[in-house]
């Protein structure tokens, strides 16, 4: 496949990285030679120090025969407009990052297409999500939803209460019970486990369930004393946090800290009115605990800068709050930020990097995810006719190692699988995969 992105920024060389590892033609196009200078020479891809604008620029880089064009530039007219060009000088897909919510309506999607852009990405709408649903559940460490949740995977953090512990899986969740370990992540290593491995303290574990025995599940890893988020306390006031306050549940209770007094009185103006706006320093504990952190159940760190997010959280974790959750750019600080327990991390990059491989993929894909925290990727495939994974039971697929089916979804109803499931056409399927390219994977969910 060839794929043209122009924007050597955070989005595109992250996506360009990612890419690179599955040997595919990449030309990384920017006119400024210091931003192209961070891909370094252990990724196989081409940069072109060029105006992505240029239609000389385009068809040097061979846009007539490019499968995907991204422009992931930070100016939003920038990306459309490169890619109304690339579309009209041959590229099959487009896709534009934006920052107008508006444009987010699906009502303007055949607009859109019509000019030329396949898809829009707004990373602040879809880091949104991620935060809402960090939230919703204050003991879970990330949650994903297949099929509008039929199916749902939870990652969770076991700590001295867990009562499945050092207790061999295929003893714990066998084929009958409601729930599968798909991967285990300890001490920075992955394991995909057999029956015979154990959950230890301290692990990571990544849960596969159906949405009715979540609770259970909260029960066995002894999660229960952790309450429920009512009040939530947020640090920074960006376009990430603006998305994220908008769209949480109206039974959670807001308080937004910004140091920016002129953006406080901006965010009185679009902000609702139970909302309440706070002029300060996150990390003034004081100030927290003078704005009621001791009845606080999450605190969101939300500024531009890791390091104050990650430090504003360990400072809510030190007065008493469960839940922190921390946007972590810099990926270089992620693994840093697990390790001092920081709760839900949000990389804007990453999540828009996985919708964007999504598009990447012949099969039938509702949705793709980077799990940069497993070094593993999570996909949602939908099987087609005659797929190979319909002439088997899942034991005799022959799925290679690093592979796991952790369940599916058949006419809206959310199963695990075993050994013996036999998957149907039109089955949505949930696969992880750690270490494996999916493009290897999805030739095994196609006709």
């Known amino acids: 496949m060839k794929i043209i992105i122009a924007g050597a920024y955070a989005i595109g060389i992250h996506l360009a990285k990612l890419l690179s590892r599955n040997n595919e033609d990449i030309t990384l196009m920017d006119e400024d030679l210091d931003r192209l200078s961070h891909i370094n020479d252990e990724y196989d891809l081409l940069t072109m120090e060029a105006n992505p604008s240029s239609i000389k620029a385009m068809k040097e880089a061979g846009v007539e025969h490019a499968d995907l064009y991204i422009g992931v530039t930070p100016d939003e007219a920038l990306n459309l407009n490169c890619c109304i060009m690339a579309k009209a000088l041959g590229a099959k897909k487009t896709v534009a990052k934006i920052d107008n919510p508006e444009f987010t309506d699906p009502k303007l999607q055949a607009f859109f297409d019509k000019l030329g852009v396949s898809s829009l990405i707004y990373p602040e709408m879809l880091a949104a999500i991620d935060i809402n649903n960090g939230l919703k559940m204050s003991w879970v460490r990330q949650r994903w939803d297949v099929h509008d949740g039929a199916l749902v995977m939870l990652v969770i953090k076991l700590r001295e209460e867990c ?7 295929k003893n714990i969740c066998g084929p009958n019970d409601p729930f599968h370990i798909v991967a285990i992540k300890r001490q920075g290593e992955t394991i995909i486990p057999g029956g015979n491995d154990e959950l230890k303290l301290f692990d990571m574990a990544y849960f596969m369930t159906t949405k009715n025995y979540i609770p259970y599940i909260r029960t066995i890893v002894g999660k229960e004393h952790y309450a429920d988020v009512k009040n939530v306390m947020v640090m920074g006031a960006g376009q990430t946090a603006v998305r994220a306050i908008k769209t949480m549940p109206n039974y959670m209770g807001v308080k937004i800290i910004e140091i920016d007094n002129q953006r406080c009185q901006e965010l009185n103006n679009i902000l609702d009115d139970n909302v309440l706006v706070i002029n300060g320093d996150g990390r003034d504990v004081p100030l927290l605990i003078e704005e009621g952190i001791k009845n606080t159940q999450a605190f969101v760190a ?9 430090l504003a959280c360990l400072t809510a974790k030190r007065l008493g709050v ?50 940069d925290s497993a070094n593993a990727d999570v996909a949602e495939f939908i099987v087609q006719e005659g797929a190979k994974v319909t002439k088997h039971p899942v034991k005799d697929l022959g799925m290679p190692i690093g592979v796991t089916i952790g369940g599916l979804v058949r006419q809206g109803e959310g199963m695990l699988v075993s050994g013996n499931t036999q998957i149907m056409p039109g089955d949505s399927v949930m696969v992880f995969c750690h270490n494996i390219n999916m493009k290897k994977i999805e030739k095994y969910f196609i006709s």
């Open 163 to 169: 009562e499945i512990l050092n207790e061999p899986l």
């Open 302 to 310: 939300l500024t531009g800068n890791a390091e104050t997010n990650i």
């Open 322 to 371: 469960r839940k922190t959750v921390a946007m972590v750019e810099n990926t270089d600080y992620v693994a840093m930020a697990e390790n001092l327990d920081i709760g839900t991390i949000i990389n804007r990059k990453t999540i828009a990097a996985s919708r964007i491989y999504q598009m990447m993929l012949d099969a039938d894909v509702m949705n793709v995810r980077f799990l």
